[in-house]
């Protein structure tokens, strides 16, 4: 494919031109990495599959908060365009109103078949998304490349697609599957790399066709942008605080928001229980000090809100099937 042809998909914005850095990879893979100081980092790999299909990994360390508001890229013909996301690490919000974003969390794919700028979306902190943009133009231009079946397949769930405008689901373990095969598997050279790459993305656009994308409810629900914003305040006070207890009521009233709202939000942006996180998290931090440090179980237990060591030596063997002393012989 020319790079003529690749533009047709994705274009930086030329603001951001003087800060982009492009080079081949040893597989012979583009890369394209965009540094702007105290903003972010983005790098992206693109990987040209198939004429008209093309996937990009795409990590980003965004040091202030990404909005569509101030794109790094831009589509020249977003009309012929379907772009799936699959969220791999990271948070994001979509707009689906004024003001009411549905928050988008690790492993749910979103689906922007009319990728415009009217639809809001944020992105967060350390993210990685797949990309796989499917141009209907492009396709067309080269149906001789595909077989009658596939070249059918895509025009069908192109049309699905493109009658739902926007479609946001938690993806199965199927997807998952196959993109965590994506990023792991190591073939032997850039040949075989490249068909076993065009393969899972064959399997995945099948899957979304089987998948009866119309048929998925998307009875999400939407929050404000302030409610998402203290919803990650409340997580992060949490993470800093796991020695002292305080009650969510109690939390959520000093920052001022409703303790139902908390709940649901906290578990539509992380996928779990508030309290099952939290209880997870602390044990985690427990795990890391017992295993990276000699301090005593008694002074663990205390760093973790625990002020009985007997109680945490207790909790600790429920969550983890050991006891404390033995976890930390284990990873001696």
């Not at 203290?230 to 305080?246: E, F, G, M, P, Q």
């Amino acid at each position: 494919m020319k790079e003529d042809e690749t533009k047709r998909y994705v274009n930086i914005q030329e603001k951001y031109s003087p800060y982009k850095k492009i080079f081949h990879d040893e597989n012979g893979y583009k890369n394209i990495v965009i540094n702007v100081p105290a903003k972010f980092k983005v790098h992206i790999r693109e990987y040209k599959l198939f004429p008209g299909i093309i996937a990009y990994s795409n990590v980003c360390d965004l040091i202030q908060r990404y909005t569509n508001e101030d794109p790094v890229f831009e589509y020249e013909h977003p009309e012929d365009i379907v772009i799936f996301n699959y969220l791999i690490k990271g948070q994001a919000q979509i707009g689906v109103d004024d003001d009411k974003f549905i928050p988008i969390k690790e492993n749910d794919v979103f689906i922007h078949a009319i990728p415009t700028y009217d639809t809001s979306f944020s992105f967060y902190g350390e993210t990685i998304l797949l990309h796989i943009i499917v141009n209907k133009k492009e396709i067309e231009k080269h149906k001789d490349s595909y077989t009658i079946e596939y070249y059918k397949l895509l025009n069908e769930l192109f049309s699905i697609l493109k009658k739902e405008e926007n479609i946001i689901f938690k993806s199965e373990y199927k997807i998952k599957d196959i993109i965590n095969e994506m990023r792991t598997h190591q073939s032997k050279d850039e040949i075989s790399q490249k068909v076993f790459y065009q393969i899972k993305i064959i399997e995945i656009i099948n899957y979304l066709y089987e998948l009866n994308v119309s048929e998925i409810n998307n009875n999400y629900k939407t929050y404000t942008d302030a409610q998402i914003r203290v919803v990650r305040k409340i997580k992060n006070h949490l993470s800093r605080d796991i020695a002292s207890y305080i009650s969510l009521e109690v939390l959520a009233n000093s920052y001022g928001i409703n303790l139902t709202t908390l709940k649901n939000c906290f578990r539509d942006m992380y996928g779990k229980p508030l309290y099952t996180w939290y209880r997870e998290y602390k044990f985690l931090r427990a795990k890391e000090l017992i295993k990276n440090t000699d301090y005593p179980i008694s002074k663990i237990a205390n760093m973790i809100g625990y002020k009985s060591s007997s109680k945490f030596t207790k909790a600790f063997k429920k969550e983890m099937g050991v006891l404390p002393s033995s976890y930390r012989k284990n990873k001696k």
